[in-house]
T-cell receptor, first 117, second 114 residues
Framework: EAGVAQSPRYKIIEKRQSVAFWCNPI?????LYWYQQILGQGPKLLIQ????????DSQLPKDRFSAERLKGVDSTLKIQPAKLEDSAVYLC???????????????FGEGSRLTVL | AQSVTQPDIHITVSEGASLELRCNYS??????LFWYVQSPGQGLQLLLK??????LVQGIKGFEAEFKRSQSSFNLRKPSVHWSDAAEYFC????????????FGSGTRLLVRP
Protein backbone atom coordinates (compact mmCIF):
# COMPACT_ATOMS: atom_id res chain seq x y z
CA GLU A 1 0.00 0.00 0.00
CA ALA A 2 1.42 3.36 -1.01
CA GLY A 3 1.95 5.87 1.77
CA VAL A 4 1.21 9.58 1.93
CA ALA A 5 3.07 11.36 -0.86
CA GLN A 6 4.30 14.94 -0.57
CA SER A 7 6.17 17.23 -2.91
CA PRO A 8 8.45 18.99 -3.14
CA ARG A 9 10.66 17.60 -0.39
CA TYR A 10 12.68 20.81 -0.18
CA LYS A 11 12.02 24.39 -1.20
CA ILE A 12 14.06 27.55 -0.72
CA ILE A 13 12.45 30.91 -1.48
CA GLU A 14 12.94 34.58 -0.72
CA LYS A 15 10.57 36.30 1.69
CA ARG A 16 7.45 37.71 0.03
CA GLN A 17 7.56 35.00 -2.63
CA SER A 18 4.91 32.32 -2.88
CA VAL A 19 5.16 28.55 -2.55
CA ALA A 20 2.81 25.59 -2.89
CA PHE A 21 2.99 22.12 -1.41
CA TRP A 22 1.12 19.10 -2.66
CA CYS A 23 -0.11 16.06 -0.78
CA ASN A 24 -1.65 12.82 -2.01
CA PRO A 25 -3.11 10.81 0.89
CA ILE A 26 -3.47 7.07 1.17
CA UNK A 27 -6.20 5.85 -1.13
CA UNK A 28 -9.59 5.84 0.55
CA UNK A 29 -8.59 8.03 3.47
CA UNK A 30 -11.30 10.57 4.12
CA UNK A 31 -9.47 12.82 6.55
CA LEU A 32 -6.45 14.89 5.54
CA TYR A 33 -4.34 17.10 7.78
CA TRP A 34 -1.66 19.71 7.23
CA TYR A 35 0.74 20.28 10.10
CA GLN A 36 3.52 22.84 10.47
CA GLN A 37 6.62 21.70 12.34
CA ILE A 38 9.07 24.45 13.24
CA LEU A 39 12.55 23.30 14.19
CA GLY A 40 12.62 22.14 17.80
CA GLN A 41 8.85 22.08 18.17
CA GLY A 42 6.09 19.56 17.84
CA PRO A 43 3.81 19.56 14.81
CA LYS A 44 1.05 22.16 14.92
CA LEU A 45 -2.22 21.51 13.12
CA LEU A 46 -2.90 24.07 10.40
CA ILE A 47 -5.97 22.64 8.73
CA GLN A 48 -8.03 19.46 8.73
CA UNK A 49 -10.26 18.25 5.90
CA UNK A 50 -12.98 15.63 6.01
CA UNK A 51 -13.42 14.61 2.37
CA UNK A 52 -13.39 18.01 0.64
CA UNK A 53 -14.82 20.01 3.55
CA UNK A 54 -12.83 21.93 6.15
CA UNK A 55 -13.25 20.59 9.69
CA UNK A 56 -10.80 22.88 11.47
CA ASP A 57 -8.68 25.75 10.18
CA SER A 58 -8.57 27.75 13.39
CA GLN A 59 -4.75 27.90 13.42
CA LEU A 60 -4.26 28.62 9.74
CA PRO A 61 -2.91 32.17 9.16
CA LYS A 62 -5.54 32.96 6.58
CA ASP A 63 -3.97 36.25 5.50
CA ARG A 64 -1.15 34.29 3.85
CA PHE A 65 -1.96 30.58 3.96
CA SER A 66 -4.59 28.78 1.96
CA ALA A 67 -5.39 25.14 1.40
CA GLU A 68 -7.79 23.22 -0.74
CA ARG A 69 -8.89 19.67 -1.33
CA LEU A 70 -11.21 20.07 -4.28
CA LYS A 71 -12.10 16.48 -5.11
CA GLY A 72 -11.68 15.04 -1.66
CA VAL A 73 -8.43 13.35 -2.60
CA ASP A 74 -5.19 15.28 -2.97
CA SER A 75 -4.57 18.66 -1.40
CA THR A 76 -2.51 21.79 -1.92
CA LEU A 77 -1.19 24.14 0.74
CA LYS A 78 -0.12 27.59 -0.44
CA ILE A 79 1.77 30.38 1.25
CA GLN A 80 1.67 33.85 -0.25
CA PRO A 81 3.58 35.98 0.62
CA ALA A 82 6.04 33.96 2.68
CA LYS A 83 7.68 35.32 5.81
CA LEU A 84 10.90 34.28 7.49
CA GLU A 85 8.94 32.64 10.32
CA ASP A 86 7.26 30.30 7.84
CA SER A 87 10.48 28.31 7.62
CA ALA A 88 9.41 24.87 8.77
CA VAL A 89 8.58 21.36 7.67
CA TYR A 90 5.04 21.01 6.39
CA LEU A 91 3.65 17.59 7.13
CA CYS A 92 0.65 16.04 5.50
CA UNK A 93 -1.22 13.18 7.16
CA UNK A 94 -4.28 11.15 6.37
CA UNK A 95 -6.58 8.80 8.23
CA UNK A 96 -9.79 6.86 7.75
CA UNK A 97 -11.54 6.80 11.10
CA UNK A 98 -14.16 4.07 10.93
CA UNK A 99 -16.69 5.38 13.36
CA UNK A 100 -14.08 6.40 15.87
CA UNK A 101 -10.44 6.39 16.82
CA UNK A 102 -10.21 2.63 17.30
CA UNK A 103 -8.53 2.33 13.96
CA UNK A 104 -8.04 6.03 13.29
CA UNK A 105 -4.27 6.13 13.12
CA UNK A 106 -2.75 9.10 11.30
CA UNK A 107 -0.30 8.21 8.54
CA PHE A 108 2.28 10.90 7.83
CA GLY A 109 4.20 11.81 4.73
CA GLU A 110 7.90 12.62 4.89
CA GLY A 111 7.19 16.34 4.82
CA SER A 112 8.16 19.35 2.74
CA ARG A 113 10.96 21.43 4.20
CA LEU A 114 10.61 25.15 3.49
CA THR A 115 13.42 27.65 3.98
CA VAL A 116 12.54 31.33 3.64
CA LEU A 117 15.52 33.66 3.16
CA ALA B 1 -6.57 25.16 28.11
CA GLN B 2 -5.80 21.84 26.47
CA SER B 3 -2.09 21.05 26.39
CA VAL B 4 0.49 18.31 26.15
CA THR B 5 3.77 18.68 28.02
CA GLN B 6 6.98 16.79 27.42
CA PRO B 7 9.29 18.22 30.08
CA ASP B 8 12.53 16.74 28.74
CA ILE B 9 13.91 18.35 25.60
CA HIS B 10 16.86 15.95 25.36
CA ILE B 11 17.61 12.63 26.98
CA THR B 12 20.84 10.67 26.60
CA VAL B 13 21.07 7.01 27.55
CA SER B 14 23.63 4.30 27.01
CA GLU B 15 22.84 1.46 24.66
CA GLY B 16 21.27 -1.36 26.64
CA ALA B 17 20.02 0.92 29.40
CA SER B 18 16.37 1.44 30.20
CA LEU B 19 14.44 4.47 29.00
CA GLU B 20 11.48 6.50 30.23
CA LEU B 21 10.13 9.52 28.39
CA ARG B 22 7.63 11.67 30.22
CA CYS B 23 4.34 13.05 28.97
CA ASN B 24 1.67 14.99 30.86
CA TYR B 25 -1.58 16.29 29.48
CA SER B 26 -4.15 18.81 30.52
CA UNK B 27 -7.65 18.11 29.29
CA UNK B 28 -11.21 18.38 30.50
CA UNK B 29 -11.60 14.62 30.24
CA UNK B 30 -9.24 11.75 29.55
CA UNK B 31 -8.33 12.00 25.87
CA UNK B 32 -7.03 9.36 23.53
CA LEU B 33 -3.24 9.13 23.95
CA PHE B 34 -0.50 8.38 21.46
CA TRP B 35 3.26 8.20 21.11
CA TYR B 36 4.90 8.86 17.75
CA VAL B 37 8.55 8.59 16.70
CA GLN B 38 10.28 10.70 14.08
CA SER B 39 13.63 9.57 12.70
CA PRO B 40 15.81 12.13 10.90
CA GLY B 41 14.35 13.09 7.53
CA GLN B 42 11.38 10.81 7.94
CA GLY B 43 7.72 11.16 8.72
CA LEU B 44 6.11 10.40 12.04
CA GLN B 45 5.40 6.78 12.88
CA LEU B 46 2.91 5.59 15.46
CA LEU B 47 4.50 3.62 18.30
CA LEU B 48 1.42 2.93 20.40
CA LYS B 49 -1.95 4.30 21.47
CA UNK B 50 -4.28 4.18 24.43
CA UNK B 51 -8.05 4.43 24.18
CA UNK B 52 -9.37 2.53 27.18
CA UNK B 53 -8.94 -0.65 29.19
CA UNK B 54 -5.59 -1.93 30.38
CA UNK B 55 -3.47 1.04 31.36
CA LEU B 56 -0.24 -0.61 30.21
CA VAL B 57 -0.06 -0.50 26.44
CA GLN B 58 2.39 -2.42 24.27
CA GLY B 59 3.65 -0.95 21.03
CA ILE B 60 6.06 -1.63 18.23
CA LYS B 61 9.84 -1.87 18.56
CA GLY B 62 9.61 -3.08 22.16
CA PHE B 63 8.09 0.13 23.54
CA GLU B 64 5.35 0.31 26.13
CA ALA B 65 3.50 3.13 27.85
CA GLU B 66 1.51 3.40 31.04
CA PHE B 67 -1.53 5.62 31.47
CA LYS B 68 -1.92 7.07 34.97
CA ARG B 69 -5.17 8.97 35.32
CA SER B 70 -4.32 10.38 38.75
CA GLN B 71 -1.16 11.96 37.37
CA SER B 72 -2.52 12.84 33.90
CA SER B 73 0.53 11.10 32.51
CA PHE B 74 1.32 8.70 29.69
CA ASN B 75 5.02 7.87 29.97
CA LEU B 76 6.85 5.85 27.34
CA ARG B 77 9.28 3.14 28.40
CA LYS B 78 11.68 0.65 26.92
CA PRO B 79 13.68 -1.83 29.02
CA SER B 80 16.78 -1.90 26.79
CA VAL B 81 17.57 0.84 24.28
CA HIS B 82 19.20 0.12 20.93
CA TRP B 83 21.29 2.61 18.95
CA SER B 84 18.58 2.65 16.27
CA ASP B 85 16.14 4.11 18.80
CA ALA B 86 17.87 7.49 18.55
CA ALA B 87 15.13 9.79 17.25
CA GLU B 88 12.61 12.39 18.34
CA TYR B 89 9.60 11.17 20.28
CA PHE B 90 6.28 12.96 20.41
CA CYS B 91 3.41 12.45 22.77
CA UNK B 92 0.02 13.36 21.32
CA UNK B 93 -3.58 13.54 22.47
CA UNK B 94 -6.93 13.56 20.77
CA UNK B 95 -10.23 14.53 22.35
CA UNK B 96 -12.83 11.80 22.70
CA UNK B 97 -15.16 13.30 20.14
CA UNK B 98 -15.67 13.08 16.42
CA UNK B 99 -13.13 15.75 15.53
CA UNK B 100 -10.27 13.27 14.99
CA UNK B 101 -7.91 16.09 15.90
CA UNK B 102 -4.39 15.19 17.07
CA UNK B 103 -2.42 17.61 19.23
CA PHE B 104 1.31 17.08 19.75
CA GLY B 105 3.72 17.86 22.53
CA SER B 106 7.01 19.60 21.81
CA GLY B 107 8.98 16.38 21.62
CA THR B 108 11.94 14.73 23.35
CA ARG B 109 15.10 14.02 21.43
CA LEU B 110 16.71 10.72 22.41
CA LEU B 111 20.46 10.30 22.03
CA VAL B 112 22.00 6.87 22.49
CA ARG B 113 25.58 6.45 23.66
CA PRO B 114 27.43 3.42 22.31
Amino acid sequence: EAGVAQSPRYKIIEKRQSVAFWCNPISGHATLYWYQQILGQGPKLLIQFQNNGVVDDSQLPKDRFSAERLKGVDSTLKIQPAKLEDSAVYLCASSFPQGGWNTGELFFGEGSRLTVL
Amino acid sequence: AQSVTQPDIHITVSEGASLELRCNYSYGATPYLFWYVQSPGQGLQLLLKYFSGDTLVQGIKGFEAEFKRSQSSFNLRKPSVHWSDAAEYFCAVAPMDSSYKLIFGSGTRLLVRP
